[in-house]
């Protein structure tokens, strides 16, 4: 049983169009977090909700929508999709005051 | 806010071999360390952590890591390295008592064990 799923893993698009990536976690956890890593590995929080609520949100663009349907599922769509977000985008989970972030095995994101 | 520095981004080193990833982190408040490992083409996943008690941690694989306060270190360390250890290896902070495990990860270091 994979702990923390992300479907689809590789997605190939054209600028412009619009997409979602997909997580579920059937850890229990309260938490769960969206992560982008770029071409240099380079990893950077995104989103994170705790029991469906928006707890932290960086600077991302407004054409990063993220939504929680229930607290095991966090969904990331991307509208107007660029270069730029050309990425691995990491979904992960955790309790709260543990440190320990359970992470799905990412989706990489070409934008053409 | 937190910062976090890798001091190296790539460390090749031969099998069998000892070895050390050093990491210096930046904070106003205090914080729980973490390393983590990504092997190719995988998801992260934590090697150890240290929240409190004694500075010399012990991880999975057998990797350790000594927090220095003084010094605002947390280097990884492995005494003899396998080929299967060459990955790419994230230390990361997060504010104590924040709850909500904003972790802030380093640049990330390459490990290149050669036979």
């Known amino acids: 049983d994979t702990a923390v799923s992300q479907t689809p893993k590789y997605l190939v698009t054209q600028m412009g169009n619009d997409k979602s990536i997909k997580c579920e976690q059937n850890?229990?956890?309260?938490?769960m977090y969206w992560y982008k890593q770029d071409s240099k590995k380079f990893l950077k929080i995104m989103f994170s909700?705790?029991?469906?609520?928006?707890?932290i949100n960086e600077t991302v663009p407004n054409r990063f929508s993220p939504k929680s349907p229930d607290k095991a599922h966090l969904n990331l769509h991307i509208n107007s999709l660029e270069l730029g977000d050309s990425a691995v985008y990491f979904c992960?989970?955790?309790?709260?005051?543990?440190?320990?972030?359970?992470f799905g095995e990412g989706s990489r994101l070409t934008v053409l | 806010a937190q910062s976090v520095t890798q001091l190296d981004s790539q460390v090749p080193v031969f099998e069998e071999a000892p070895v050390e990833l050093r990491c210096n982190y930046s904070?106003?408040?205090?914080?729980?360390l973490f390393w983590y490992v990504q092997y190719p083409n995988q998801g992260l996943q934590l090697l150890l952590k240290?929240?409190?008690?004694?500075?010399l941690v012990k991880g999975i694989n057998g990797f350790e890591a000594e927090f220095n306060k003084s010094q605002t270190s947390f280097h990884l360390r492995k005494p003899s390295v396998h080929i299967s250890d060459t990955a790419e290896y994230f230390c990361?902070?997060?504010?104590?008592?924040?709850?909500?495990?904003?972790?802030?990860f380093g640049a990330g270091t390459r490990l290149a064990v050669h036979p």
């Open positions: 992960a989970s955790s309790r709260a005051h543990t440190g320990e972030l359970f």
């Open positions: 850890l229990g956890h309260d938490t």
């Open positions: 909700y705790n029991n469906k609520e928006l707890i």
């Open positions: 904070s106003s408040v205090s914080v729980y």
């Open positions: 240290y929240l409190s008690g004694s500075t």
């Open positions: 990361a902070v997060t504010p104590r008592g924040g709850g909500y495990n904003k972790l802030i």
